[in-house]
């Protein structure tokens, strides 16, 4: 059984920065994507950004060049640095690990809140 736990949410003011770990229990974190998504008030959750088990990254046009994903496998934990944020990129993030292929290993975690006043 795989857990995620988010952290690192809070308030900050536009243009700030802040970084979201989230650490994962089990043995697959090394072979699997992971993901962060995240969830506005009255809106659908929308995928932020992918690190590949290869490292390779995705991003969501909104965040880009805005956002880094990255991943430390010694520390089974992948972090979300956000940076120059914007009112509208307050929401609920979410972490997220799968793996290609095997449906069924799809995990979140219970997400953590950003707030981004103006």
């Known amino acids: 059984q795989v857990q995620l736990v988010e952290s690192g949410g809070g308030l900050v003011q536009a243009g700030g920065s802040v970084s979201l770990p989230c650490a994962a229990s089990g043995s697959t974190f090394r072979i699997s994507t992971i993901c962060w998504y995240r969830q506005a008030p009255g809106k659908q959750r929308e995928l932020v950004a992918t690190?590949?088990?290869?490292?390779?990254?995705n991003y969501a046009d909104p965040v880009k060049g805005r956002f880094t994903i990255s991943r430390d496998n010694a520390k089974n934990t992948v972090y979300l640095q956000m940076n120059s944020l914007k009112p509208e990129d307050t929401a609920v993030y979410y972490c997220?690990?799968?793996?290609?292929?095997?449906?069924?290993?799809?995990?979140w975690g219970q997400g953590t809140q950003v707030t981004v006043s103006s």
């Open positions: 690190v590949s088990s290869g490292g390779s990254t």
């Open positions: 997220n690990e799968r793996i290609s292929g095997l449906p069924a290993h799809n995990y």
